[in-house]
């Protein structure tokens, strides 16, 4: 089960690579200026993912309007996130948790998926400006995608 509402969100320092190269993505450096849309998912390359990923993407005007950043974080390494977000027109920046410090911080580890190994699950957390969770979901399977419609009214509330 993720981290509870109410909890102070662990902080962290992950990779993520761009078009300039890697950069240090802190959770903190949103804290006291914007809410942070934090989305933990399996795998690149796969499908559920992918439409997660591109349909945020799509959208991501709607989460700057609510004074929010969107990271995604996965268990991949920062350069087939890269390779991925470019073949799919990803645009969220995606974060590497390739130890899973993130993920087991967070208590969305998905044990052995489909007999490859440890991934994040799929889970949705809402941060607030002072470093608080507002919101947090795991979905029963990693086929299944985040209540995006509590997401967002979640940030409504702390706008």
């Known amino acids: 089960m993720p981290l ?13 690579k761009t ?6 993505i802190k ?17 690149a390359f796969t499908g559920v993912c992918t439409a997660e990923l591109c349909d945020v993407s799509g ?6 309007s609510l004074n929010a950043c969107v990271y995604a974080i996965s268990v991949d390494s920062p350069f087939a996130q890269e390779a991925w977000a470019h073949k799919e027109g ?3 920046p995606i974060l590497s948790d390739l130890n899973k410090t993130v993920t087991k911080a967070y208590e969305v580890l998905f044990p052995n998926l489909a007999g490859v ?4 699950a799929r889970a949705a957390f809402v941060i607030d400006k002072s470093g608080a ?4 979901e795991q979905t029963a399977t ?3 995608l985040p209540n995006f419609e509590a997401v967002k009214a979640a940030l409504a509330k702390i706008r």
Do not use: C, H, R, W
């Open 27 to 43: 959770l903190s450096a949103n804290f006291e200026k914007k809410n942070t849309v934090l989305l933990f998912f399996p795998l």
């Open 59 to 64: 959208g991501i005007s709607s989460y700057d």
């Open 90 to 92: 990803i645009t969220v």
């Open 4 to 16: 509870k509402t109410g909890s102070k969100a662990p902080d962290f320092a992950l990779m993520s």
């Open 142 to 144: 990693p086929k299944d």
């Open 19 to 24: 078009a300039q190269g890697l950069q240090e």
């Open 117 to 120: 190994g440890d991934t994040s």
């Open 133 to 136: 969770i507002v919101y947090a």
